[in-house]
């Protein structure tokens, strides 16, 4: 048996009258936005570690998890830093790809290529082949 479109929920819902008068129903439908996608993930990665390995910030290197927040505040995600149980350092929070939507993921992973080689960053494959 072949599972009924959004459409056809929809359709049935708005010609089905409701059982009594009594009672109010509200339905609301929302496109689901397809996440990041396990290559798009991969390439990140790749690319942050060629990152890592290339680039530094005032003589400081990072590692490819720094990295990632550093873009990513960048590219103009919120990233918030919390205190650690001591007090004495903070981490980032809320720096999560795997919510961004695969037309999000391409559009970050585009900005990684620009800025990696705006400064200088030699990517080992094809650049346009991490945006796809």
Do not use: C
Request: proline fraction near 5%.
């Amino acid at each position: 048996m072949k599972e009924p479109t959004a459409e056809q929920i929809v359709r049935f819902f708005m010609n089905t009258p409701p059982a009594t008068s009594a009672h109010a129903y509200k339905m609301i439908v929302d496109e689901e936005k397809e996440t990041r996608t396990s290559e798009q993930n991969r390439k990140m990665w790749a690319m942050l570690g060629e990152i890592a390995e290339q680039l530094q910030i005032n003589g400081q290197s990072f590692d490819k998890d720094r990295w990632k927040a550093i873009m990513l505040h960048a590219w103009g995600e919120q990233v918030e830093f919390l205190p650690t149980l001591d007090g004495t350092s903070f981490f980032p929070y809320g720096h999560q790809t795997s919510k961004l939507s695969t037309k999000k993921m391409s559009s970050f992973l585009e900005f990684i290529i620009a800025e990696g080689t705006q400064r200088g960053v030699k990517f080992a494959d094809d650049p346009a082949d991490h945006a796809r």
